[in-house]
């Protein structure tokens, strides 16, 4: 049915613009976190929004919430399967597995871009949001578990959040977490009269993630069920012991949560959570722990697995907007071009300067106008300076310069000297 002329376009509901007056902050977060990233040695990869239906079954599991209720799937032409990506690990493993290139562990790397899940939409959760994450192959050690946690505690300390609550649990190996879950399963069996809907169909598909629910009339029931601690082998036990020394070793605060389990069925042995309170429900901001069996899971060698992701749009709601970061997106100049003779030559001045001055942010009038009225586009622009190329300055092979941020004369400059004195002037 065609949308008739008078109905309002709108975007998708749950799916927002990141409009230019807050672009800025988006870019110093992704420049920010992609710095870091760098720095302790991470390498990016891009992978399709746009992945089988079967690769989030297999991997995320067909009991958990973002399979059974959030993904976006649909049929292409050819009656495939397909599904935009509720998140990154899947369709990370995916591509090393295709390629081969977990057969060169160990292997640091990170992914940026938006994810698709179908929620109810509320502050700091959007059915298309965004996500960065690292993610490490082929280190079994508790260390790449620290370097983990410690790099995303850089993130915050960069981008000045502060405030946020680091919990940690244990899953344990895959043997003692099958031991713990017929306890659980027992435990909740003989309690299933106090299980709300969505726990009961948990129940033999998916215990753990009982843990985790947030229904308040369930909470006593969690609180006296079994503790998985009770139930960890050495292996797991050690692990988990050799990541809170090293935490311990550089000052890393946490809490050990034992009912935090996170969502995705491929997690084993360390899970962990960064935390806030200021965001409302929406708690976390950056979430991860190890699938040390999800390559195997696939058909794959058993290679060991660690990584995290958090939600941009949080981090950009923690950080809160700048005037500063507004102001990396105005331009340095506005060149104001008066008079049909001068624009041929000023539009080559422009580009002579973007060439000289690579660092250069100059805006160039286009469509004509009064000098009133581009002085006015000029002040609007949030520009330092005013160029102004008038018939007067196109004789004499100059050009004007007019402070817009600051009290000063307005000068006059060669066409020649014009680069070195914005230079000077912006400090470029």
């Known amino acids: 049915m065609e949308t008739s002329l008078t109905e309002k376009i709108q975007s998708v509901k749950g799916m927002h613009d990141i409009l ?60 495939q399967r397909l599904t935009l990506r509720p998140e990154g690990t899947a369709s990370s493993v995916r591509s090393l597995m295709q390629h081969g290139l977990y057969q060169n562990n160990p292997l640091r790397l990170w992914y940026c871009g938006p994810m698709f899940r179908y929620e ?128 311990d070793e550089i000052n890393i605060a946490y809490t050990v949560n034992p009912r935090l389990v996170r969502g995705l069925d491929y997690y084993s042995k360390t899970v ?8 409302g429900a929406q708690a976390t901001v950056c ?42 997106q105005k331009p340095h100049v506005y060149l104001i071009i008066a008079g049909e003779e001068t624009v041929t030559t000023g539009f080559k001045l422009a580009e002579q300067l973007k060439n000289e001055l690579k660092e250069l942010k100059l805006l160039m009038h286009c469509g004509g106008g009064s000098f009133k009225s581009q002085f006015k586009k000029a002040d609007k622009s949030g520009a330092q300076l005013a160029l102004i190329l008038g018939e007067d300055e196109l004789q004499k092979q100059t050009i004007s310069l007019k402070p817009l941020r600051k009290e000063g004369d307005q000068t006059e400059v060669s066409w020649e000297k014009l680069a070195e004195v914005l230079r000077t002037e912006l400090e470029l």
């Open 120 to 247: 109810r939409p509320q502050k700091g959760r959007t059915r298309q949001f965004h996500q960065i994450g690292a993610e490490v192959y082929g280190l079994n050690g508790p260390d790449i578990d620290a370097e983990l946690i410690a790099m995303s505690a850089r993130f915050w300390k960069e981008l000045g959040i502060t405030g946020l609550q680091l919990q940690l649990n244990t899953l344990g190996t895959n043997a003692a977490r099958q031991v713990y879950r017929e306890v659980l399963v027992e435990y909740l069996g003989d309690n299933e009269a106090d299980l709300d809907e969505d726990s009961r169909v948990r129940l033999l598909k998916n215990p753990l993630r009982i843990l985790d629910s947030k229904n308040p009339e369930m909470q006593a029931l969690i609180n006296d069920a079994p503790s998985m601690a009770d139930y960890m082998d050495e292996e797991s036990i050690d692990h988990f012991d050799g990541l809170k020394q090293l935490l």
């Open 20 to 79: 230019n007056d807050s672009t800025g902050d988006w870019q110093y977060l992704e420049k920010t976190i992609q710095t870091v990233l760098s720095r302790y040695g991470y390498e990016e990869i891009r992978t399709p929004l746009v992945e089988k239906t079967e690769l989030f079954e297999r991997s995320i599991g067909e009991a958990t919430d973002i399979v059974s209720k959030e993904m976006y799937t649909f049929p292409d032409r050819n009656d």
């Open 272 to 279: 962990f959570e960064w935390l806030t309170d200021q965001l």
């Open 287 to 328: 979430a991860g722990g190890r699938y040390d069996g999800l390559i195997e899971h696939f058909g794959g060698k058993a290679i060991a697995g660690i990584g995290f992701a958090m939600g941009l749009e949080r981090l950009v709601e923690l950080m809160g907007s700048s005037e500063g970061r507004k102001n990396q």
